[in-house]
């Protein structure tokens, strides 16, 4: 009889180091699950890839975390060293190093707002970029024709902001993009409504507007795919979020934000009667300055006209004058000269005298030549007598016709506006103006009545 030997030494199973790491990997899964950490951030490490890498760590133990970027993209705020955080992910092995890991698929924060930690890092991080700066900022067009409206198409915003343009300026165009401005899918519908207007060269003006809520409900414009398109816009955008106390990012990024809705509209379109009655001041101002000029014109030609007048009188007087100088002195020469001549021949007549004693001839000759000096002299006392009578003459004939001359004797020289001398009341009617030129002066008066 034979006997056979039971084998009792347990079944070896030897696994490969993959193969163990797939069943720590599966264990893990099993036993834990999708799991919430708490702990403190560390070593935040942005990849070339998109993802986050950092460790969640307390007093007594740490773990390595990754949040792949088709994740952290819906996260309201990027891992940053330092927060203390809850993450919830699931526990897997990462088999090249064999380390456990925590796959996180969402971050909240511990004893601060996720939403308002979200709101802060992104307005510092568009700050840094220059987006809220004044000096990119536009200014909104005296009077825009066409205004571009992003809001819901539902409810009193969209109502209370066609109803008091309308009112403020009725003739305006305005284009409504309706678009969800809360809830799933509202940024990606007023990013489209921002860039249909940034693509089609139409508004003047845009305003992004949504009534008031709580921080959750206007979140829709403190995220960056919105920031980003306001900035984009080729016109100035005017951002009208919640209510005066309410902040959004779309309002730092936008090129002015209105406290209401309301407030948008009485800021974006002027008021139409006022900028009428501006414009009618304005037309009298210009219309009184031109007034003004023609006047300023119309004497400084008057006065020109009459200085010349003067001057043609006073230079056909001193011509006249250097005529009548001018003829004295030729007069005086030729008198000197006769008695010169005379005087010689006298003298000349005297010798022959005295070389023949004929005396009484003598006497005759200078008798006759005292005559005819006599008789030369009458004659140029005459003909310079009748110069000064003729100069006379002429110098009373010029004051006669001079205008200014008149002036002094009591008259004036009355003119319209235009310049125009008055010689008929005709051309005078009641209520105008007209000019009166005196002896010395100008005066300016209104015609009363016309008789």
């Known amino acids: 009889m034979r006997q056979s030997l039971l084998d009792l030494t347990p079944e070896r199973r030897i696994f490969t180091v993959g193969e163990l790491t797939e069943e720590i990997r599966e264990a893990l899964d099993r036993s834990l699950g999708d799991v919430w950490v708490r702990g403190e951030i560390s070593g935040v490490k942005l990849a070339a890839s998109g993802h986050y890498y950092f460790t969640l760590k307390d007093t007594a133990a740490q773990v390595r975390c990754v949040c792949f970027r088709g994740t952290h993209r819906f996260l309201k705020f990027k891992p940053k060293d330092g927060l203390a955080v809850q993450a919830r992910g699931r526990i897997d092995v990462y088999a090249a190093r064999g380390e456990y890991q925590l796959l996180v698929d969402w971050l909240d924060p511990v004893g601060h707002g996720a939403l308002q930690l979200a709101f802060e890092q992104l307005k510092k991080q568009l700050a840094a970029e220059g987006l809220f700066d004044a000096a990119r900022k536009r200014s909104l067009p005296r009077i825009p024709w066409r205004i571009g409206i992003v809001t819901s198409p539902r409810g009193a915003v969209i109502a209370d902001l066609t109803g008091i343009l309308i009112r403020r300026f009725p003739g305006l165009q305005i284009r409504l993009y309706p678009a969800l401005v809360q809830g799933e899918g509202a940024v990606d519908e007023v990013c489209r409504?921002?860039?249909?207007?940034?693509?089609?060269?139409?508004?003047?003006?845009?305003?992004?507007?949504?009534g008031g809520g709580s921080i959750e409900d206007l979140w829709t414009f403190n995220e960056e795919a919105v920031?980003?398109?306001?900035?984009?816009?080729?016109?100035?955008?005017?951002?009208?979020?919640?209510?005066?106390?309410?902040?959004?990012?779309?309002d730092f990024v936008a090129d002015l934000r209105a406290p209401t809705p309301s407030?948008?509209?009485?800021?974006?379109?002027?008021?139409?009667?006022?900028?009428?009655?501006?414009?009618?001041?304005?037309?009298?101002?210009l219309a009184h300055h031109a007034r003004y000029r023609i006047a300023l014109t119309s004497q400084r030609l008057h006065r020109i006209g009459t200085e010349k007048a003067r001057r043609v009188v006073e230079r056909a007087i001193g011509l006249a004058l250097q005529r009548t100088d001018d003829l004295e002195l030729r007069a005086r020469d030729s008198v000197r000269s006769l008695v010169i001549a005379s005087r010689k021949r006298w003298s000349a007549v005297d010798s022959r005298l005295r070389e023949q004693d004929m005396r009484p001839r003598l006497e005759r000759s200078r008798a006759r030549h005292e005559a005819l000096s006599k008789a030369a002299a009458a004659a140029v006392r005459g003909r310079l007598a009748e110069s000064r009578r003729r100069l006379d003459l002429a110098e009373a004939r010029l004051a006669q016709l001079s205008p200014v001359s008149i002036l002094d004797r009591g008259y004036a020289i009355v003119s319209t506006r235009s310049g125009a001398i008055v010689r008929d009341a005709a051309a005078a009617p009641a209520r105008s103006e007209i000019a009166v030129r005196l002896a010395t002066g100008r005066l300016r008066a209104r015609v009363l009545a016309e008789k």
């Open 193 to 210: 409504g921002i860039a249909w207007f940034s693509h089609n060269p139409w508004a003047d003006v845009v305003i992004v507007a949504r």
């Open 227 to 250: 920031a980003r398109a306001i900035a984009a816009c080729p016109v100035p955008v005017v951002s009208a979020i919640g209510h005066d106390t309410d902040f959004t990012i779309a």
């Open 263 to 285: 407030a948008a509209a009485e800021l974006v379109a002027p008021e139409r009667r006022a900028l009428l009655e501006s414009v009618a001041a304005l037309a009298n101002r």
